[in-house]
């Protein structure tokens, strides 16, 4: 199994669990002499399965991104990175918004309001790290794609 189909199958499984969750909410408690529309044991082995099933996977998943290389660095190292300027992006992003702003005034005698950094300044760096963000992903993809899963015990 190639590591992307692996990462696939644990959105699936997590998808899974949280609808098992909610059907086992609606049926747990039913009123005095009804039956539930489903059968609550049944419903709990299911998720017990898929919970196994998913841990299993993530130990793989966790083991091949570590062993993993691409562009110099593992799997991990390149998910933390790209996950790191993710929130450096938004960051940026946040601050060419507020540069951006424009303040009037009613009166001359009002207090103005000046960026002390140009938005253009900053909307150059997220520029820039929005790229990054992207190559990273493209090789995180593509390697996703080449890379046989890792089994574990």
């Known amino acids: 199994m190639k590591l992307a189909e692996a990462l696939q199958e644990r959105a699936d499984l ?3 669990i949280e609808e098992l969750r909610r ?3 609606n049926v747990i408690l039913v009123q005095e002499g009804e039956e539930p529309s489903e059968d609550p044991a049944e419903l709990l ?3 017990n399965a898929a919970l196994e099933r998913l841990e299993k996977l993530m130990a793989s998943i966790n ?3 570590c062993r993993t290389k691409a562009g110099g660095l593992t799997l991990t190292e390149t998910i933390a990175r790209k996950d790191a300027l993710m929130i450096k992006l938004s960051a940026y992003r946040d601050l ?3 540069a951006g702003q424009s303040t009037s005034r009613a009166r001359g005698t009002e207090i103005r309001v000046k960026a002390v950094i140009k938005a253009g300044d900053l909307q150059k760096v997220a520029d820039q790290i ?3 963000v992207r190559e990273l992903d ?3 993809q593509e390697t996703n794609w080449k890379t046989e899963l890792i089994e574990t015990r």
Request: a positive charge; proline letters at 0%; glycine letters at 4%.
């Open 130 to 132: 929005a790229k990054e």
């Open 96 to 98: 060419v918004y507020t």
């Open 45 to 47: 082995r299911e998720l």
């Open 23 to 25: 059907r086992l909410g």
């Open 63 to 65: 083991l091949t991104n």
């Open 138 to 140: 493209n090789r995180l």
């Open 14 to 16: 997590n998808r899974k």
